[in-house]
């Protein structure tokens, strides 16, 4: 009895040794079928990949892990418990497949998971839980509409049982080392996000992880959930150099806290006289005030871009910076078209509530009797232009402001190693390039072509015989200074590649920084010149009376 109780366990035994075995075989063949497919459609990448997930997730195995591979797909199987304390896999300590062609792998990737991973799923008490890991050489299966370039064309994918993994608050690390010149490159480490983009399969996207370059050999991936991860290259045309960055973050930090303090200054000497004041320095100081909320909205932004700092408040911070930017340029269009009229109509303007017109034209959406930053009175209704170009950008899609990574490059003796600085500004491609660069493009090309309109107006007024040359002169250094102040030094923007990059740098650093502080000594120049014309003028009046 004793020997057919061990022969029908044995039995028992070779049968689900067999039935393993070809399961295992099943599997290990429909990773060679998907291999051959590479992905022929959106449709058919996800069916086969989920349906990869699946048999992974239910096949039976001995012992504590399963791995099957093919020359470009690796899977592997771990079955944990809620003792789970952690788990590094690395594969250097996997056997080594070789690449189509016959090349060996292009370098060595790892991940590391957090014993915070099972904490969830064992709330439920769950009998077993099992965690996957499929790693795949190639991008076939992971084409977004952009045919993004990846690191090694590695995509490193993990998934546990019992539901999703989100929201980590010790991130699973994912390191990717490579042996490639990566100058010129912006690196970001990304997540396969299912219907990301309007697409029926998927797209990359950075949410949830942060990129750092440990070494110039490596990328490090740390990311607060499971899914499947990559570093995306992505061609940067002007990298900052990281030797520059200090000197230019130091020059920005001191020239807006000058400007910030001088646009202060400005704005409160301008209500304590407020009732001496005219239209034209009243358009002054509704530009000093853009540059007031400019200076200080970009002094937060880097503060309010880092992880501890809700995503909420740097999505607010980057729109109100932009919005200060649209309303600084706004402004310094105003300017130039309050010069033409000037200009145009021999210093005689006059339009009914002009000041506050241009108030609510450069500040926010306006109604009726809605009062300018500047004046009491109500205005018509108008509609700000930067107010209005914010909020549609929020409108079409909230994301578009955010945490806005800017790629700085070290520079060793052997190759080139990446960093990444943050700060809350705008995400989106389309919109920089439309609301910061073209608007700020057309903002400088308008005051160039009314500087260049000027200058010839003022030398046919100093040109005639009952124009003193004097005045002529004091004139054109005035509206030269005015309109140099007033938008074109933002044109350096526009100098930002080859040879300008460094030089350009520096200048639009430093010139810009302190933009606030030159309109200040503008101001000064003005008020002392104001103050000097009535000097003069009650002069001439005493002189007339005193006179027999």
């Not at 049968?15 to 079928?33: P, V």
């Not at 190639?138 to 490193?156: P, R």
């Amino acid at each position: 009895m004793d020997h057919c109780g061990a022969l029908f366990l044995c039995l028992c035994l070779l049968t689900l040794q067999n039935a393993t075995a070809e399961t295992w075989k099943e599997l290990l063949s429909y990773m060679e079928n998907m291999q051959v497919s590479r992905g022929r459609s959106s449709f058919f990448s996800s069916r086969q990949l989920y349906h990869l997930e699946q048999m992974l997730l239910n096949t039976s195995f001995p012992g504590y892990n399963l791995t099957l591979q093919t020359p470009t797909i690796q899977s592997l199987a771990f079955k944990l418990s809620c003792d789970f304390s952690g788990l590094s896999l690395t594969s250097a300590t996997l056997k080594r497949v070789p690449q189509a062609g016959g090349q060996h792998a292009r370098g060595q990737h790892a991940m590391q998971f957090p014993a915070e991973l099972t904490w969830d799923a064992c709330k439920t008490r769950p009998r077993e839980l099992r965690l996957i890991c499929i790693y795949f050489s190639n991008t076939h299966f992971f084409k977004d509409e952009n045919n993004s370039s990846l690191l090694n064309n590695y995509v490193l994918g993990a998934q546990l049982s019992h539901g999703h993994v989100n929201n980590l608050r010790d991130p699973v690390n994912i390191s990717f080392w490579h042996n490639q010149s990566l100058e010129g490159y912006n690196l970001t480490c990304v997540f396969w996000k299912e219907g990301a983009r309007k697409q029926p399969w998927g797209g990359w996207s950075p949410e949830g992880c942060r990129t750092e370059q440990p070494s110039r050999f490596q990328v490090l991936c740390r990311c607060n959930h499971l899914t499947y991860f990559a570093v995306l290259m992505q061609l940067s045309p002007a990298l900052v150099p990281a030797e520059l960055l200090a000197p230019l973050t130091y020059i920005s930090l001191v020239g807006c806290s000058i400007s910030i303090v001088a646009s202060l200054i400005t704005v409160l000497l301008h209500f304590r006289f407020r009732k001496q004041s005219d239209s034209l320095t009243r358009i002054h100081m509704n530009l000093h005030a853009s540059v007031l909320l400019l200076n200080i909205a970009f002094l937060l932004s880097p503060a309010f871009a880092m992880s501890p700092v809700p995503g909420s408040a740097c999505t607010a911070l980057a729109a109100a910076l932009h919005y200060a930017l649209l309303s600084c340029l706004t402004w310094m269009a105003i300017e130039g078209f309050n010069l033409c009229l000037l200009l145009g109509r021999v210093y005689n303007i006059y339009i009914r509530r002009y000041v506050l017109k241009l108030g609510v034209l450069g500040w926010a959406p306006g109604t009726e009797g809605q009062p300018s930053p500047t004046s009491p009175e109500p205005s018509s209704h108008l509609s700000g232009a930067p107010a209005l170009l914010v909020l549609l950008s929020l409108s079409v899609k909230s994301s578009v402001y955010g945490p806005c990574t800017i790629p700085v490059f070290d520079s060793w003796e052997n190759g080139t190693a990446f960093q990444n600085m943050s700060i809350c500004w705008v995400r989106s491609p389309v919109v920089h390039s439309v609301l910061v660069m073209g608007y700020g493009g057309l903002t400088s090309l308008f005051n160039l072509v009314v500087l260049a309109w000027a200058l010839w107006t003022l030398r046919r007024l100093r040109a005639r015989v009952d124009a003193p040359s004097s005045r002529a002169c004091h004139d054109t250094v005035t509206v030269l200074g005015l309109t140099v102040l007033l938008g074109t030094t933002w044109a350096l923007a526009f100098f930002s590649f080859g040879v300008f990059l460094l030089p350009q740098l520096f200048l639009f650093t430093i010139l810009n920084s302190l933009y606030g502080f030159f309109l200040f000594l503008w101001f000064c120049s003005q008020r002392c010149r104001s103050e000097a014309e009535a000097k003069a003028q009650i002069e001439a009046f005493s002189s007339s009376q005193t006179t027999p």
